[in-house]
């Protein structure tokens, strides 16, 4: 299925059914959007589509999944595709053995029959989920539905390599050398083989190789020209190119620009994502002499190779050839693609990444076929602009997991209590409803009607982080550059969030063993944990200091009260409560939280003008290591604040080629005292799961703690 790695999602904001989540992006698209909590989260992903999905920490997610998630070991067992399968993993991750994951061989053949209804909470925005504005759970959850790839996780999380789609050689350890090939007969559902064009285009489009800086990103993808010092230029109505400045050019309210100004377009090359793994691929890859393999020689070793590959799914090299150089022929097309990268062309590769960030943004059936393409299990033929999409199994697909449902109707239902409602007037088959005390009780009095639940504890982490860089109270702009004095308005405001009140009053009813969670990097009950926490520092924050917080804001001489622009999800209930919680706890020290609560709120992150503090999920939609990084690294894809810090880069960059488990506990330990000690924002809880479904409609529903959640086995989804 999709590669983890390049779902650039990130950390995929949450959104898993129901959770805003954001899929954290971390380059083995470890994170998606953490979109998936019960769908209300966004792979800027998105809880409930409002969730970016994060990719997590040494295996960590692995202890969530399995909890509460045995159903699914059973189920797969049974269709012999994942648990007990046989799987060889002897040669997975030495010389000559698989470099993505333990091959699965041939699967079953199935005949595709019935249909099944599922919903979600946010739509699909964008066709191409490897952007960084387009990392959502929402939109990741559909491009596993339609796109094959080298791996995916089955229900124990093991890491699958689907070698009947292709296939990933280790040729060497040091350097680190893969190959990566794609089978003969694998194709788009246009008929057009994916070949070594594809892989280049993955490989380049993430890589930052070609991006020549000086560009900030809007929230749709399109690049504008920055000065120096990373201000935003804007063309005046008497044409001259000057920094933007609030009540100047743009309203410091709306973020608006007034009429006649604009933003001056970047004509340079800037791909909207990244990738920490492949930015270690400097060297253009040999393509083999068949086209259908590149083979990649890594500048120095990355410890989570295995859950990345160049293979994006969409969009296809031969579509972007055509929007971007205009060029009809697809092998002529795709050629040119690879010859852009090749050459270095920098007004070819401007015009292919301006058509990589912002063509494949829809959100209703796009006139072009080319823009949602299909590689894998279903294809799509119809999508009712952000309200509901058919996806119908591809006849010529072969090389895969083989799918027992016709017709998949995958339904937006915002509204997480007339989800449920639709679940029980048998309007849908499955959802993830956001896991609240009121959804499972009302779900639960459904039983007599077939309705069943599958709980706990899901791979989506709540928190809350800070803008640096915007002007606002945490930025050190705003206090004539001093940063002890903005450091001092973080740390006032993470003395007041009142973590422990929010388990117990919002968590706790759902789950009794529910607790804080400490760590940036690592799961409660995870082998590395306690360690972690115990040295993090954010044992300092434990409890709520309102008499800290005002100490603080005094010797820093900042007068209150201090305005502090909230963002969160709009269609999540429970997210709503929880600023109410904060809010009314940071008046007390002086702060007025003002509410930013926006029903698009996963795309917005990339624009951190229009809010201080963020609140959401993060997903993860792998199992590594060193996936968080691009979360707080300078510049990562994740980091949508403005945080930079030396030493957690330098942190990060020895992870990425550490093996020794013990330094890695140590690394992690000393990034997380940083993130604490610089006031990065502050982890909350973890995620409380519910996945319901009508088992007089659909049944084998098994879903993982990590992204794509339901959806992982739909293969084995067998309709009534």
């Not at 949508?640 to 330098?650: L, T, V």
């Amino acid at each position: 299925m999709i590669t983890a790695a390049l779902v650039v999602s990130a950390c995929t904001s949450d959104d898993d059914g129901a959770d805003d989540e954001e899929v954290a992006t971390s380059d083995a698209g470890d994170d998606t959007t953490d979109t998936t909590e019960g769908g209300d989260d966004t792979t800027e992903t998105t809880e409930g589509g409002d969730d970016t999905t994060d990719t997590t920490e040494g295996g960590d997610d692995t202890t969530e999944t399995t909890e509460g998630g045995d159903e699914t070991t059973d189920t797969t067992e049974a269709e012999g595709d994942d648990g007990d399968t046989g799987m060889d993993d002897s040669m997975v991750g030495v010389e000559g053995g698989s470099g993505c994951g333990i091959p699965h061989g041939p699967y079953e053949e199935a005949e595709a029959s019935g249909e099944v209804r599922v919903a979600w909470n946010d739509p699909l925005l964008s066709f191409n989920q490897n952007t960084t504005h387009a990392n959502a759970t929402a939109n990741a959850n559909v491009a596993y539905l339609m796109h094959s790839g080298f791996n995916y996780y089955d229900g124990d999380l093991n890491l699958v390599n689907n070698d009947q789609f292709g296939t990933c050689t280790i040729e060497s350890l040091d350097p680190l050398t893969v190959t990566y090939r794609i089978n003969e007969g694998v194709s788009f559902s246009d008929g057009t083989p994916i070949t070594a064009h594809d892989l280049i285009l993955g490989w380049g489009a993430t890589s930052g190789n070609f991006n020549e800086g000086g560009v900030a990103f809007l929230e749709d993808g399109s690049a504008i020209q920055t000065d120096e010092e990373g201000n935003w230029l804007v063309l005046t109505p008497e044409g001259d190119i000057v920094p933007e400045e609030a009540g100047v050019h743009y309203d410091p309210e709306t973020f608006e620009l007034f009429e006649g100004f604009e933003y001056v377009p970047a004509e340079s090359v800037n791909f909207d994502a990244a990738s920490e793994q492949f930015e270690l691929v400097t060297q253009f890859p040999e393509v083999s002499e068949d086209g259908q393999a590149i083979t990649m020689v890594y500048d120095s070793f990355y410890v989570d190779y295995q859950n990345g590959t160049p293979f994006l799914g969409n969009p296809a090299a031969h579509v972007v050839g055509r929007l971007a150089l205009g060029i009809e022929d697809p092998t002529e097309a795709k050629q040119a693609v690879v010859d852009a990268f090749q050459n270095n062309d920098s007004e070819a590769l401007a015009q292919i990444a301006t058509v990589f960030n912002t063509a494949f943004d829809h959100d209703s059936l796009p006139d072009d076929e080319g823009i949602y393409l299909s590689t894998g299990m279903y294809e799509l033929t119809a999508y009712e602009e952000r309200a509901e999409m058919t996806l119908v199994a591809n006849p010529d697909y072969t090389w895969g997991p083989q799918p027992k449902v016709e017709t998949i109707i995958y339904r937006i239902i915002g509204d997480p209590t007339a989800a449920v409602q639709a679940l029980a007037n048998e309007e849908i088959d499955i959802m993830q409803p956001q896991a609240t005390v009121d959804s499972v009780a009302e779900l639960e009095g459904y039983a007599d009607r077939g309705i069943e639940l599958v709980t706990g504890d899901t791979a989506v982490y709540e928190h809350v982080d800070f803008a640096v860089a915007n002007g606002g109270p945490f930025d050190p702009a705003t206090y004539g550059g001093d940063e002890a004095t903005a450091l001092a308005v973080r740390q006032a405001f993470m003395k007041v969030l009142p973590r422990q009140e929010i388990i117990e009053r919002l968590i706790a009813p759902i789950n009794p063993e529910a607790e804080v969670r400490d760590s940036f990097t690592q799961t409660p009950g995870a082998p590395w944990y306690d360690g972690i926490v115990a040295g993090n520092g954010t044992a300092d924050y434990a409890e709520v200091d309102i008499e800290g917080a005002v100490a603080l804001l005094e010797e820093a001489g900042v007068e209150t009260p201090v305005n502090v622009r909230f963002h969160f999800a709009d269609n999540n209930p429970r997210r709503g409560s929880q600023y109410e919680l904060i809010a009314a706890s940071a008046a007390e020290a002086g702060f007025n939280v003002i509410d930013g609560r926006s029903p698009t709120w996963g795309s917005e992150l990339s624009n951190p003008s229009i809010y201080d503090a963020a609140m959401f999920g993060w997903q993860s939609t792998a199992v590594a290591v060193a996936d968080t990084g691009p979360n707080f690294i300078t510049g990562g894809a994740n980091n949508f604040y403005g945080y930079s810090n030396e030493e957690i880069d330098a942190l990060y960059e020895e992870l990425n080629g550490t093996t020794d488990p013990a330094r890695q506990e140590e690394i992690l330990t000393e990034v997380e005292a940083t993130l604490v000690e610089t006031g990065f924002g502050l982890p909350i809880f973890q995620h409380p799961g519910v996945t319901a479904f009508n088992s007089n409609y659909v049944s084998n529903v098994n879903p993982i703690a990590i992204s794509p959640t339901i959806f992982w086995n739909v293969w084995d989804w067998e309709a009534a």
